[in-house]
């Protein structure tokens, strides 16, 4: 999880613009553990009361005194906007070690060198800058939620993350209202409470921004915690994909795709999945890549397939690892057939979550690659589970025959 996240903020952050010191932007998580991050470095002087844009993340910084050198900043916000986060830390480190610095400039200093460290996987280090801008200052917001994301993400501890968003989110903080409203949504480190995270995403909504115009675009959809209102759901997805937030084109995609508020339209589903795609969301390459291999709205494209499905399950991506899994196992084409990877794929699906369909896919991985024996035992495992559906239990059984006489799965 630690590599996933570090490269997916680090993508995130590259396609942020306009990126200097003085002030910055949140973290948000979108749904399902994605992780989008988007921090923004500000001009020294420019705090005077000037609204963030709505694309962009919440304010949680101070104004920076008179007597800050702005070049310094200049340098900061160009090195930022390269990516060079080394650059970052050391010009950071430059301006505390100076000892000029406010104590609430300090707070600012540590928590962006903190969140530069982050986003160099050094996680040891962020938390240690993150930790000591809280001591300068207990409610710089921005540091509260990054503190919450690396506990969320990278510790796993979900109830300290809720607490470090409740208390951003307390204090009117948009990306901790999101990110709380999403472990309410899930039920991750607090009870799960769907009414709870609509109240949030709108507080969220309230402030302009963007990402919570999704989250509550998704709840309209679903009906969750909410009165169910496509129609609504899909106006607000419009608009948080206005303002530049990448997943709300994959809950757009979903939409189009299964007919929710709209009829199913295929290419509608294809843009707004392909958008998303290309900027490295994962979720959204691996429904690309089902609509390659169910050819909807799309020619039938089992290679096609296979790369949107790939590039999915290296980040993690569960429900894509097995999907390439079965394709790469059962080989409907002979280019896309590799039973090695089908089994590296479908052994990481069964790890991150143990279920009838990804065992499936792995007993079809070590039939590919000749070990029916072993393809036998995952199928009796499967069938070992008493909650199976008859037709499940019918389908599954029939491997057994395969298996036994030595033919692999061929779709």
């Not at 919450?148 to 968003?165: C, F, P, T």
């Not at 993690?316 to 080989?331: E, F, P």
């Not at 019918?394 to 491997?399: D, I, L, Q």
Request: charged content about 20%.
């Amino acid at each position: 999880m630690g590599m996933y996240l570090g490269m997916y903020l680090g993508m995130c952050l590259g396609m942020c613009l306009g990126m200097c010191l003085g002030k910055c932007a949140g973290y948000t998580c979108a749904m399902r553990l994605l992780v989008t991050v988007m921090l923004t470095f500000i001009s020294a002087g420019s705090l005077g009361g000037k609204e963030p844009s709505a694309n962009k993340e919440p304010s949680a910084g101070k104004e920076p005194s008179a007597g800050m050198a702005p070049s310094m900043f200049e340098q900061a916000q160009l090195a930022a906007a390269a990516g060079k986060y080394e650059a970052v830390i050391l010009i950071l480190t430059g301006a505390i070690e100076q000892k000029t610095l406010r104590e609430d400039e300090l707070a600012i200093a540590y928590s962006n060198r903190g969140i530069a460290y982050s986003l160099l996987q050094r996680y040891g280090l962020a938390v240690q800058d993150l930790q000591f801008a809280i001591h300068l200052d207990p409610e710089h917001l921005l540091t509260l939620n990054h503190l919450g994301i690396l506990a969320e993400h990278i510790e796993q501890d979900l109830a300290k993350a809720a607490a470090r968003y409740s208390k951003a989110a307390s204090l009117g903080y948009a990306a901790s209202q999101v990110n709380l409203g999403n472990l309410y949504r899930s039920g991750q480190g607090v009870e799960r409470d769907s009414a709870k995270a609509v109240r949030l995403y709108e507080l969220a909504v309230e402030q302009d921004y963007g990402a919570g115009l999704v989250a509550l675009g998704e709840m309209y959809l679903d009906g969750n915690g909410i009165a169910r209102n496509p129609a609504r759901g899909l106006d607000l997805l419009q608009e948080g994909v206005s303002r530049g937030v990448v997943t709300g084109h994959y809950y757009l995609g979903i939409a189009y795709e299964k007919g929710i508020g709209s009829s199913v339209d295929y290419d509608q589903a294809r843009l707004h999945y392909q958008k998303a795609a290309v900027q490295g969301h994962a979720p959204s390459q691996g429904a690309l890549g089902y609509l390659f291999r169910r050819g909807n709205g799309v020619g039938k494209d089992f290679i096609e397939a296979t790369k949107w499905y790939r590039l999915a399950a290296e980040q993690g991506d569960v429900l894509a690892a097995n999907r390439l899994a079965w394709l790469m196992a059962t080989c409907p084409v002979k280019e896309v057939c590799d039973g090695k990877v089908a089994l590296e794929f479908a052994s990481l699906a069964v790890h991150k979550e143990h279920s009838a369909t990804n065992l499936d896919s792995l007993a079809a991985a070590y039939a590919r690659v000749g070990e029916f024996d072993r393809a036998l035992q995952v199928i009796k495992e499967i069938l070992a589970d008493e909650s199976l559906s008859s037709s499940a239990r019918t389908k599954y059984t029939r491997r057994i025959d395969r298996y036994n006489n030595g033919i692999p799965f061929q779709l």
